[in-house]
Every structure is written in structure tokens, then in C-alpha cells.
């Protein structure tokens, strides 16, 4: 079983930075891909920012420029460092890992941390 393990929300300041954290652990394909998705309340789940293993990224067109999506291989950690934070930024942010084996895929989930910009 693959857990996901994340960090770094908290409360900040429109304008202000904020670098989320997620780890991997358990049985992972080398080829993979982790990605940050979001849900703010009454809304559904958005992609936010993903990169998979061989270095591949793909940005929501709402945070390009502001977001850096960065990972650590040898450590299955993925990083999402956040600048220029808007209030439309709060929400809850979820870690995502995709991960596949021959014809069997997996996906697998964070347990969320919330990100609230608010003056």
C-alpha cells in the first residue's frame, strides 16, 4: 500500500509564499507521475499543478507563473512552491501519485492540507 504524507499549509497574506510538501512511500513504478490537485468548498477538484518522474509538468493556466511544481526522485517527494497567492488560492490541496505496473494502474491520495490567503 502507497501512503502519501503531506505538509506545509497554513494561513497567508494575499501576495505571500507558501511551499507544500508531499512524500511517497510503498511500492512505486519508476515511471510515475505526482501532482497537486485542490477543492474548495461547494466547487469540484481541480488540477493545480503536476511532473512525473522523467520531468514532464503540466500547469493549471490559473496559477502559471506563480506555482513551481518540483520533485525529488530518489526521495518520491513532490513540492509545490506557491507565490503571489490570491484569495482565489484557499482551498483544500490534495497530493496525487499515479503510478503503473504493466496494465495495472494506480492511483493514490494525500490526506489534504488547507491553504487559506486572507488578509
Known amino acids: 500500500q502507497v501512503q502519501l504524507v503531506e505538509s506545509g499549509g497554513g494561513l497567508v497574506q494575499p501576495g505571500g509564499s507558501l511551499r507544500l510538501s508531499c512524500a511517497a512511500s510503498?511500492?512505486?513504478?519508476?515511471?510515475?507521475?505526482m501532482g497537486w490537485y485542490r477543492q474548495a468548498p461547494g466547487k469540484q477538484r481541480e488540477l493545480v499543478a503536476r511532473?512525473?518522474?522523467?520531468?514532464?509538468?503540466n500547469y493549471a493556466d490559473s496559477v502559471k507563473g506563480r506555482f513551481t511544481i518540483s520533485r525529488d526522485n530518489a526521495k518520491n517527494t513532490v513540492y509545490l512552491q506557491m507565490s503571489s497567492l490570491k484569495p482565489e488560492d484557499t482551498a483544500a490541496y490534495y497530493c496525487?501519485?499515479?503510478?503503473?505496473?504493466?496494465?495495472?494502474?494506480?492511483?493514490?491520495w494525500g490526506q489534504g492540507t488547507q491553504v487559506t490567503v486572507s488578509s
Open positions: 496525487n501519485l499515479y503510478t503503473k505496473f504493466s496494465t495495472l494502474e494506480y492511483n493514490y
Open positions: 510503498g511500492n512505486i513504478a519508476s515511471i510515475n507521475v
Open positions: 511532473m512525473s518522474s522523467v520531468g514532464s509538468t
